[in-house]
């Protein structure tokens, strides 16, 4: 599947920014099943310096400055991506997740070793009531995929989905107590049941494909970011999971980043010098070029 995306911020502002300096994350990494064929940015005002790179986790970066006085920012990524199906293990039979824990000790190769940065509590993932909540999928012996997916269903049936309750800084335990939140949430959330149990478990921010109702036709910009999380089966790698909507993510995610948690990810983090209060929209459109796109 080959998709266009289309990634729009406006940040308005009350009093003038005289310089700004802004990271981000908005080019999508390539990955096994995930080709970036194009990506180009536009910045208004244009910054006096663009620099891209790599940050620790390896995903791409830009960094930006901006010294001339300005009321509001314009960022808009524009990505062209090609996604194949991943490749899922059978649930069943993968390793045991104790011995999953164990084998981040006892063998200290590359990939466990990479792995095993992501099995600590982070700023975002700190929970008291994420090991109690996730014993009850991790029985004795169970193999770590299939439990790892009991979970995903579990907080799918048990949180609800509503936008506007939470914001980036509430706690994991807030959201276990008032049992509602948004995506970000819930994929903190099963980062930290994981990670209480000793497993490794990365945040994964991206897009996911949305289809209007029926009878509706879709609207341009009416896409959203999303994200879920990443967990490590030896011998397969990391396998995706989306605890929003209680699945296996397939060809219709999109990864941008992925990191410890959504600190690491964010898609525009920066500094400035004026402004005052700012408003923020934003505007997503995942674009499937099968829906009339023009082949590069």
């Avoid at 266009?4 to 300096?21: C, E, F, G, K």
């Avoid at 397939?250 to 959504?262: F, L, M, S, V």
């Avoid at 402004?275 to 929209?281: H, I, L, S």
Wanted: include cysteine; proline fraction near 6%; aromatic fraction near 8%.
């Amino acid at each position: 599947m080959i998709y266009d995306i289309s990634h729009r911020t406006t940040v308005s502002y009350a009093s003038p920014v005289t310089i700004s300096q802004q990271l981000l994350h908005l080019a999508p990494r390539a990955t096994p099943n995930q080709i970036l064929r194009n990506f180009s940015l536009l910045v208004e005002p244009a910054p006096t310096a663009s620099t891209d790179g790599v940050d620790f986790f390896g995903n791409p970066t830009t960094y930006l400055t901006l010294d001339e006085a300005h009321e509001r920012l314009t960022i808009v990524a524009s990505s062209r991506m090609e996604i194949s199906l991943p490749s899922i293990p059978n649930p069943s039979d993968t390793m045991a997740w104790e011995r999953v824990r164990a084998t981040l000790v006892d063998s200290p190769d590359a990939q466990s070793l990479d792995a095993h940065q992501f099995a600590f509590d982070s700023a975002f993932t700190t929970s008291r009531e994420a090991f109690d909540y996730a014993r009850a999928s991790f029985q004795t012996g169970r193999p770590v995929l299939e439990a790892a997916i009991d979970l995903t269903s579990r907080i799918f049936g048990d949180f609800k989905y509503e936008g506007g309750v939470t914001d980036i800084n509430t706690p994991v335990d807030k959201v276990f107590a008032d049992r509602r939140g948004v995506c970000q949430d819930f994929a903190h959330l099963q980062i930290a049941c994981l990670r209480a149990l000793g497993l490794p478990a990365r945040y994964v921010s991206g897009y996911l494909r949305t289809h209007p109702l029926e009878g509706q036709e879709r609207r341009i910009g009416a896409d959203a970011s999303h994200a879920w999380l990443s967990i490590w089966v030896p011998e397969a790698g990391w396998i995706d999971l989306d605890p929003t909507n209680d699945m296996i993510p397939r060809d219709e995610h999109i990864t941008i980043a992925w990191g410890r948690d959504y600190g690491d990810v964010s898609p525009i983090n920066g500094m400035m010098i004026g402004g005052g209060d700012q408003r923020v929209e934003v505007a997503v459109d995942v674009r499937p070029l099968s829906e009339g796109a023009r082949e590069i």
